[in-house]
């Protein structure tokens, strides 16, 4: 069984980048990085969607995203801690663990 080729982001942005140029044809393309077409296709077009991406300041986007993020992850822990108390609770009121109170 073979292997799938994992290539680095920097390769395939200068694939892309390439790609975008039209310098080559695509077959060209093809024998110089030992890529299937689709692949380079594929690429070229992730490139171009996210171009834009590049030229937003501060990536104010992403930081709205994580924010949100590191907000539900907190309520998250807030409820586990809750949860976990609880529990600890009832198992010393039902002699779960050996009777032991903290």
Known sequence: MMKRKRYSADFKAKVALEAIREELTLSEL??????HPNMISAWKQTAIENMA????KGKEGEQKSNDAEIARLHAKIGQLVVERDFL??????????????R
């Not at 093809?30 to 890529?35: G, I, N």
């Not at 991406?53 to 937003?56: D, I, L, N, V, Y």
Request: no cysteine.
């Open 30 to 35: 093809l024998k110089k990085y030992d890529v």
């Open 53 to 56: 991406s590049g030229f937003t």
């Open 88 to 101: 600890s609770e009832a198992s010393v009121l039902q002699g779960v663990n050996g009777g032991k109170k």
